[in-house]
T-cell receptor
Framework: DQQVKQNSPSLSVQEGRISILNCDYTNSMFDYFLWYKKYPAEGPTFLISISSIKDKNEDGRFTVFLNKSAKHLSLHIVPSQPGDSAVYFCAANEGGNNRKLIWGLGTSLAVNP | KAGVTQTPRYLIKTRGQQVTLSCSPISGHRSVSWYQQTPGQGLQFLFEYFSETQRNKGNFPGRFSGRQFSNSRSEMNVSTLELGDSALYLC????????????FGPGTRLTVL
């Protein structure tokens, strides 16, 4: 049973436009959420994170929004660049002492010039 | 600062054999986590080591084991290999136990024939 779901396996956007990647979760105990980016033949790279006490976190072109009531988060990339083409993973950290990252299956983003 | 390194990068084994993978964390990082990545299951948490002790374990059979040395380097062992063990094995390090942000190595691609 996937506790973290990324329902769109792929997404294609034009350079300069906004990319919106979505993530849903089922476990209300998750208290920290992260986005990672992965290029082929490389390990995932940390991108941005958000604590459950916030509803928005911004870092340059990347903004993550958290809607706790809907158990939904999204990553916005504005403006999108061809170098952003990668697989994006959403991950969540359980609260308490048993902290481990639970991952979504990823969304492959293609930014077209 | 050197990143997380994993050796070997590629490995081909046959069913029934055993394999050992190695991970060197970022200098100063004391926590090492291991993940298995397959196309259908995404990133699945295997275990986490901190100060030479296993602190967290995922839902994998006992054929999967690991250890951590005093210099924080970690090894992962899989015995009696099965075809389904073919995957990308990723190692991630972080400063503290179950820290929110983990830094990944490039992975070891294991193929079981």
């Amino acid at each position: 049973d996937q506790q973290v779901k990324q329902n769109s396996p792929s997404l294609s956007v034009q350079e300069g436009r906004i990319s919106i990647l979505n993530c849903d979760y089922t476990n209300s105990m998750f208290d920290y959420f992260l986005w990672y980016k992965k290029y082929p033949a490389e390990g995932p790279t940390f991108l941005i994170s958000i604590s459950s006490i916030k509803d928005k976190n911004e870092d340059g072109r990347f903004t993550v929004f958290l809607n706790k009531s809907a158990k939904h988060l999204s990553l916005h990339i504005v403006p999108s660049q061809p170098g952003d083409s990668a697989v994006y993973f959403c991950a969540a950290n359980e609260g308490g002492n048993n902290r481990k990252l639970i991952w979504g299956l990823g969304t492959s983003l293609a930014v077209n010039p | 600062k050197a990143g997380v390194t994993q050796t070997p990068r590629y490995l081909i084994k046959t069913r029934g054999q055993q394999v050992t993978l190695s991970c060197s964390p970022i200098s100063g990082h004391r926590s090492v986590s291991w993940y298995q990545q397959t196309p259908g299951q995404g990133l699945q948490f295997l275990f986490e080591y901190f100060s030479e002790t296993q602190r967290n374990k995922g839902n994998f059979p006992g054929r999967f084991s690991g250890r951590q040395f005093s210099n924080s380097r970690s090894e992962m062992n899989v015995s009696t290999l099965e075809l389904g063990d073919s995957a990308l094995y990723l190692c991630a390090s972080s400063r503290g136990l179950a820290a929110n942000e983990q830094f990944f190595g490039p992975g070891t691609r294991l193929t079981v024939l």
